[in-house]
């Protein structure tokens, strides 16, 4: 685009190749080698070495790293957790986009940061949140040891983490949608009869798809690769409270060579993973921006006149 | 009757949108509900459809009480001024939405949707959604939407806001004619004092959330209630008098007052059209010059200065304007057959209309 713009610049008979407002070639070509080095090196690189990595002993011995009962074990664990985590967020996202953006109540400001919080903790401390509260010495530990309940170094504590760690991704994708789109619509469906499910099943819900599956995809994404909070109170029990990224690290960590490359298997995986993420994202965002600019394009005005003729001819 | 308001108010917080407000529409009726934005007028029209409840007062749809009735068992149609179409959903999914809603049968479904898309102009659309539609399209969508479910009462919010000027006219012409069809009662929200008396059987006109005056557009142009109405219908001279000796003065003007006590404050009105101008300036009583005129169209408006430098507007027909000679600069005077004694804002007027000369065309259509 902007080539062509200088290229008719230049044969305008312009002798100045740029616009008033632009770098200069060399400034421009200085950033874009820059930017693109960043890519090459910090992105490119390590991920097609993971791949590599997992591959360099042939694709039997790539197979062979998920045959493994244990990595088998972390696999599901991560499918499971994702399973409990997406679907429970998916439901607080709706509620909590729909509070916000539909209604006015004290507090609104406050509970649209409070979203944002496990974005700005850390993940180990938010591990170890869970920890204070659910662990032996914890507020609730002597209370549910009693009840030989166990939480902490367990699943039920690895899925409270990721809950944690992950329920900002819905609500923050649906807040500004649902903002958008405005309460006309349901009022609308209100009009025609709709009770407030149907109203939410057949209008909300249709009008926030393309955003709700944004959110859901990248919730999905973060709860299969979260470590840190998952690490803290997984307790590592190898077959047991392991994760995906949990076992490449521990698989990573005993050193043999065959142990090294299954790490590099597993991670190959986590690494397919984001980048289906990043296909069905990429697509999600061309999707909402499509629909956003054909709702804004004005369509002509076209004569009314067929109308009348209808309604005179009907009545006559 | 179909609908009767009594006593309804509405508060929002400290907000009074619509202050003790009683009327009745009769079935059938094309009601028009005018005022300036702000006036109460979609408060009104929200709550006679259930999404906002009333304060206090009661609303009754066909002599039953409907307070306590939800906005889904009221059986209104509502266009919204954005129509608020289902943007995921195509042309005949949201006219069908009421209908799957109540449950009707398929066939039912497919053959009422496509009788109001035949008269509404819309056949052929039916696999469009909203946003590949015009701004008039859009519109009569949202209206065959509302009267798909057969409604006992039509509810439109500023239902030619978002329409450009030239599709405006046609639209309400349309309206006027599909009313006349369709017989079902109708009340319309419009800021537009023109739309409101060209459509509407009736007009109800609402300021700061009262109700200034009821009646047919010839009565609220005819016989204002107030002042608020005289000036938000129609042009309005409005002067500001003072009684000495049982007349009115303002400047050289003077306006018979007998009844009026010596240094009382009255608000005189006449209309444009009440004002006679002679190209002469010994003709009438008052002499003045042509300081502007603007071409409306068939209408010519202009502009007088009296000596005092007092500016009378004076409304002709172009031919009148043609056959009197007139130009600006010119020198002219003027007689006005008639005017109001406006007294405040809020208080009721008295009928006083003086006729000084019963000219023909006294109380023209003046818009």
């Not at chain 1, 197979?63 to 088998?72: A, G, Q, Y």
């Not at chain 1, 109540?105 to 496990?118: A, R, T, V, W, Y």
């Not at chain 2, 102009?121 to 479910?149: C, N, W, Y």
């Not at chain 2, 209630?225 to 005289?230: C, D, G, S």
Request: overall charge neutral; charged content about 20%; aromatic content about 8%.
């Amino acid at each position: 685009m902007m080539e062509t713009d200088t290229k008719l610049l230049r044969r305008g008979g312009d002798t100045k190749s740029q616009r008033g407002t632009e770098e200069s070639p060399f400034v421009k070509g200085v950033l874009i080698t820059i930017a693109l080095s960043f890519v090459v090196v910090f992105l490119l690189l390590p991920l097609m070495n993971v791949f590599w990595q997992s591959l360099s002993r042939g694709v039997r011995v790539y197979w062979e790293s998920f045959v493994d009962p244990d990595t088998r074990s972390a696999i599901k664990l991560t499918l499971l957790i994702a399973g409990i985590a997406v679907p429970l967020n998916l439901v607080f996202g709706l509620a909590a986009a729909w509070a916000t953006a539909k209604f006015n109540f004290k507090g609104k400001p406050i509970l649209i940061s409070l979203i944002d919080l496990p974005f700005a903790v850390s993940p180990v401390v938010a591990g170890l949140l869970f920890v204070v509260l659910f662990g032996r010495q914890g507020f609730f530990g002597e209370w549910l040891a009693d009840r030989n309940i166990n939480i902490i170094f367990a699943v039920p504590g690895m899925v409270l983490a990721t809950i944690f760690i992950t329920f900002p991704f819905v609500a923050r994708e649906l807040i500004p949608v649902m903002e958008a789109t405005g309460t006309e619509q349901e009022q609308a469906a209100l009009t025609l009869g709709a009770s407030g499910w149907q109203t939410f099943w057949y209008v909300t819900l249709p009008s926030v798809r393309w955003g709700l599956l944004y959110g859901l995809i990248l919730c999905n994404a973060r709860a299969m690769g979260e470590f840190g909070a998952v690490s803290v109170v997984s307790g590592h029990i190898t077959g047991q409270t392991d994760t995906m990224p949990l076992r490449v690290e521990k698989l990573y960590q005993s050193a043999s060579a065959a142990s090294m490359t299954a790490a590099f298997a597993v991670a190959s995986l986590l690494a397919l993973l984001a980048l289906v993420t990043l296909v069905i994202k990429t697509f999600l965002e061309w999707r909402t921006q499509r629909e956003f600019d054909l709702a804004q394009r004005a369509v002509p005005e076209a004569p009314v006149l067929a109308p009348s003729i209808q309604i005179s001819s009907r009545s006559s | 009757m179909s609908i009767q308001l009594n006593n309804v108010s509405k508060q929002f917080g400290d907000v009074v949108a619509v202050n003790n407000v009683s009327f009745t529409v009769q079935e059938g009726e094309l009601l028009g509900l005018l005022g300036p934005s702000g006036g109460g007028k979609t408060t009104v029209l929200r709550m006679i459809s259930g999404l906002e409840l009333p304060t206090s007062g009661d609303i009754l749809i066909r002599g039953q009480r409907v307070n306590d009735i939800s906005v889904q068992q009221r059986n209104i149609g509502f266009v919204f001024q954005n129509y608020a179409l289902f943007k995921s959903m195509n042309v005949f999914k949201n006219v069908a939405f009421g209908l799957k809603i109540k449950k009707w049968k398929r066939r039912d479904i497919k053959n009422r949707v496509a009788e109001l898309l035949e008269l509404l102009g819309l056949t052929g659309l039916e696999k469009r959604f909203p946003h590949q539609l015009s701004g008039g399209q859009r519109q009569r969508v949202a209206i065959a939407r509302a009267l798909a479910p057969q409604p006992s009462v039509l509810l439109l919010d500023e239902p030619f806001g978002a329409v450009d000027a030239k599709i405006r006219q046609e639209l309400r012409e349309w309206l006027v004619r599909l009313h006349s069809d369709l017989n079902v009662t109708t009340l319309f929200v419009t800021h537009d004092q023109e739309e409101a008396m060209e459509v509407s059987n009736r007009i109800v006109i609402f300021s700061r959330g009262n109700l200034e005056q009821i009646g047919t557009p010839r009565e609220v142009y005819e016989e204002p209630a107030n002042e608020f109405v005289a000036r938000f219908i129609g042009v309005m001279n409005v002067l500001d008098a003072t009684v000495k000796g049982g007349v009115a003065r303002v400047d050289e003007l003077e306006f018979p007052a007998p009844e009026r006590r010596d240094g009382q404050q009255l608000r005189i009105g006449f209309r444009p059209f009440a004002v006679q101008v002679a190209p002469d300036p010994t003709t009438y009583r008052y002499p003045g010059i042509i300081r502007h005129t603007f071409f409306l169209g068939i209408l010519m408006r202009v502009e007088i200065e009296l000596p005092s430098g007092l500016i009378i507007r004076a409304r002709m027909t172009k031919e009148e304007y043609a056959q009197l000679g007139l130009h600006e600069g010119q020198k002219v005077s003027i007689l006005i057959r008639s005017y109001r004694i406006l007294r405040g804002e809020d208080e009721p007027l008295s009928p006083e209309v003086t006729a000084v000369d019963k000219g023909p065309g006294a109380y023209g259509a003046d818009i």
